[in-house]
């Protein structure tokens, strides 16, 4: 479990943020990062990470950001499975709309029907809660990827 690549799903910035600070924590403790902020299959497919870490919020009624939608529309057609690949999914919400984190629920259904193993219960981040994602995140990401240092 070395190389990581992050696919991000954002509208306004803010899990752009916490991937970029994710990506620092995870390089710190000696894995491979790659940000997809932009993302493509075929790029990631290239990559072949050992981890598909999915950091998303969510938009309109309970939807995939505009940003990510055709990687996550492009995965759905081609199905390319990740049967030896570990997925993990942190997601940014508000539970005052209906479909809290409903970007992030989509993600780990289809990552889990492509047959990827997933690395724990999904993270789900309430904007209700913290303005701060990244003080639940990181130590989240801590706790599942060891330092190999
Ligand atoms: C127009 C709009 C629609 C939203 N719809 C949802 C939703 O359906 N479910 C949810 O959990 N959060 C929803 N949110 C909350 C965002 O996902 C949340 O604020 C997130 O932290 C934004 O992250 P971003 O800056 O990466 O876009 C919505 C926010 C806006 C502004």
Redo the contacts with the bound molecule.
Sequence with gaps: MNRIAIIV????????Y?AEQAAKLLTARGYQCTLHLDPKLGAVLAEDPDVWLVI????????I?DNALPFFIDARDRFPLLTDKIIAVI?????S???????GKQFYELLQELQGKPLAEPLW?D?CETLE?ETIALPWLEAHFPSKG
């Excluded at 799903?9 to 752009?16: L, N």
């Design positions: 799903g954002t509208v306004y910035g803010g899990a752009e916490l998303s919020s969510t938009t309109g009624q309970g939807d950001p997601g940014l919400g508000d539970s709309y209906e479909n809290f984190c409903g970007a981040i904007a994602p």
